[in-house]
């Protein structure tokens, strides 16, 4: 069945009853070219185990399943039910569990299906939980090889940016904090249905499996990192004077300590001057 195809596709939602829910971020892929890539990308071969998150009608199931032995899918909508045990009747490899992926515990859910086999986690993210889907799998350190995901093309642009250069976030940070992001490859916007206002970007997060940084204290590390740049325009010292309810004359001594310029913003510290100033700032304690 050729699940990017218009016609089977609404041939599918008129037998089923199915139509769009927008909140849930329903743009379904209908661009052949685009699924075997995220899959042969994203790690999908044998031996290999993927968590998806959000299946539509399966295109991306698919692609998954002819290459990985055991696929987990997460997916919100019941609807989509009927649909599925259509599309995905041939495959015996594939699971889709109906839940909110927001409120399932990944990491059970792992060790439950997949056991010690390596994992990636591939998807079409829903737009609306992009940055939550993405910092869950990293912060709660999931036993999973590589993230490769769907995103709008801006948050794309802001996940990769790397600390230190001027587009960078508290995103990036984190993100970089935990995994080695690539972007991969753009897909416009023509490509899905319905198709959205932006274009979208699909890019590799390769989780780190040890970190170079030696972070003495990753709550404070973090907290620094969020207030600097809540006032990116600003000095850091002046937003973590306030945050950390420290002087600025001991915060300048910190930066020194820490070879930083005392006039430096969020944006031009590497992750190891954030490091460098979380291990000072924890001294003066
Ligand atoms: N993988 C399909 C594709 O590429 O055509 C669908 C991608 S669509 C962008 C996002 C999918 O995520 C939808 O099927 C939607 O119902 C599902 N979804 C939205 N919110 C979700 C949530 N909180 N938990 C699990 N699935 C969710």
Redesign the pocket.
């Known amino acids: 069945m050729q699940l990017t195809n218009i016609g089977v596709i609404k041939d599918l939602f008129e037998r089923h009853g199915f139509s769009f829910?927008k909140s849930?971020?329903?743009?379904?892929?209908i661009n052949p070219a685009v699924?075997p890539k995220i899959a042969e990308l994203g790690g999908c071969k044998s031996g290999v185990c993927a968590l998806?998150?959000?299946?539509?009608?399966g295109?991306?199931?698919q692609e998954l399943a002819k290459r990985c032995d055991k696929v987990v899918a997460?997916?919100?909508?019941t609807g989509?039910k009927p649909i599925l045990e259509e599309t995905l009747a041939d495959f015996d490899n594939v699971e889709v569990v109906f839940?909110?992926?927001?409120e399932t515990d990944l990491k059970s859910l792992i060790a439950e299906k997949f056991g010690n086999s390596e994992v990636v986690v591939c998807?079409?993210?829903?737009?609306?939980?992009t940055s939550p889907v993405i910092m869950r799998v990293l912060e709660e350190r999931l036993p999973v090889k590589a993230l490769t995901v769907?995103v709008q093309k801006e948050a794309a642009d802001r996940i990769c940016a790397k600390p230190g250069t001027r587009d960078c976030g508290a995103l990036s940070c984190g993100v970089s904090y935990y995994s080695d992001p690539k972007m991969l490859f753009k897909v416009n916007r023509g490509s899905?249905m319905p198709s959205p206002n932006v274009d979208s970007a699909v890019i590799r997060l390769d989780i780190k499996q040890e970190n170079d940084l030696d972070v003495k204290d990753e709550k404070l590390f973090f907290r620094i990192i969020r207030a600097a740049f809540s006032q990116r325009r600003k000095q850091i010292i002046n937003p973590l004077s306030g945050e950390l309810s420290i002087s600025k004359a001991d915060l300048a001594e910190v930066f020194d300590k820490s070879g930083i310029k005392q006039t430096a913003r969020a944006e031009e510290l590497t992750l190891a001057q954030y490091s460098a100033l979380c291990t000072n700032i924890l001294s003066l304690r």
Not at 52 to 57: K, N, R, S, Y
Not at 74 to 77: F, Q
Not at 99 to 102: H, I, L, Q
């Open positions: 829910t849930l971020g329903q743009n379904f892929l699924c998806e998150i959000g299946t539509g009608v295109v991306l199931t997460v997916e919100i909508d989509l839940a909110d992926v927001m998807a079409n993210l829903p737009y609306y939980i769907m899905f």
